[in-house]
């Protein structure tokens, strides 16, 4: 069993940054790749981010691309997002994926077999 535990949330003005991370635990975690999510209030959760675990591929949202980078030291299990430029319409739970084999594309959330409780990130005008 994997667990995510994410941390790093917060409250922000708009401009400012964060850093978010995630870390996995677990007897055996070997993902093909993990990925961001966020969900805003009302709203549905959408794909941030996401980076394969071995080649660090990254893959991003439009809305986030040059803004967002996703890394991941595999030396300890944990994920990061660096989010700079944050604007208001980036205010949501953010919440960290993994899967174990792929079975379609990372950007989508069925890919993903493990999540966690999620991190709010609220961005001020």
């Known amino acids: 069993q994997v667990q995510l535990v994410e941390s790093g949330g917060g409250l922000v003005q708009a401009g400012g940054s964060l850093r978010l991370s995630c870390a996995a635990s677990?007897?055996?975690?070997?993902?093909?790749?993990m990925g961001w999510f966020r969900q805003g209030l009302g709203k549905e959760r959408e794909f941030v981010a996401a980076i394969t675990w071995t080649g660090g591929i990254t893959y991003y949202a439009d809305s986030v691309k040059g803004r967002f980078t996703i890394s991941r030291d595999s030396a300890t299990n944990t994920m990061y997002l660096q989010m700079n430029s944050l604007k208001p319409e980036d205010t949501a739970v953010y919440f960290c994926?993994?899967?174990?084999?792929?079975?379609?594309?990372?950007?989508?959330?069925?890919?993903?077999?493990?999540w966690g409780q999620g991190t709010q990130v609220t961005v001020s005008s």
């Open positions: 994926a993994a899967d174990s084999p792929r079975r379609g594309s990372v950007r989508r959330d069925d890919e993903y077999d493990y």
């Open positions: 677990g007897r055996t975690f070997s993902p093909y790749a």
